[in-house]
């Protein structure tokens, strides 16, 4: 059974870090997405293979993906966060290797997600 669980969102000041994690069974996790209200469910970082992530502009040099193998936990460590970050965090797994990595559409599978808000 495919089981994707975020946790480490929250409330935190501009400037401020978070930690989330990706707990997954039945599937590798792969990347993390976000949505805020109103808004499209967008890319933010995608671990492509142990040596290749890629992140999206608004994030990079802020943000990094990164996963313990041994235990099928992929992370987002999320630093420097601005007001803008805020959104409901998602993590996805079982992409279809058709169409971009950042094109949620492509993947199967989705946690519950994890709100994070940053105050200004």
């Known amino acids: 059974q495919v089981q994707l669980v975020e946790s480490g969102g929250g409330s935190v000041q501009a400037g401020g870090s978070l930690r989330l994690s990706c707990a997954a069974s039945?599937?590798?996790?792969m990347g993390w997405f976000r949505q805020a209200p109103g808004k499209a469910r967008e890319g933010v970082a995608i671990?492509?293979?142990?040596?290749?992530?890629v992140l999206s502009a608004s994030v990079k040099g802020r943000f990094t993906v990164s996963k313990d193998d041994a235990n099928n936990i992929l992370y987002l460590q999320m630093n420097s966060l601005k007001p803008e970050d805020s959104a409901m965090y998602y993590c996805?797994?079982?992409?279809?290797?058709?169409?971009?990595?950042?094109?949620?559409?492509?993947?199967?599978?989705w946690g519950q997600g994890t709100q994070v808000t940053v105050s200004p």
């Open positions: 996805a797994a079982d992409w279809s290797q058709s169409g971009s990595v950042f094109d949620p559409s492509a993947f199967r599978s």
């Open positions: 039945g599937v590798s996790p």
């Open positions: 671990r492509i293979s142990r040596a290749k992530t």
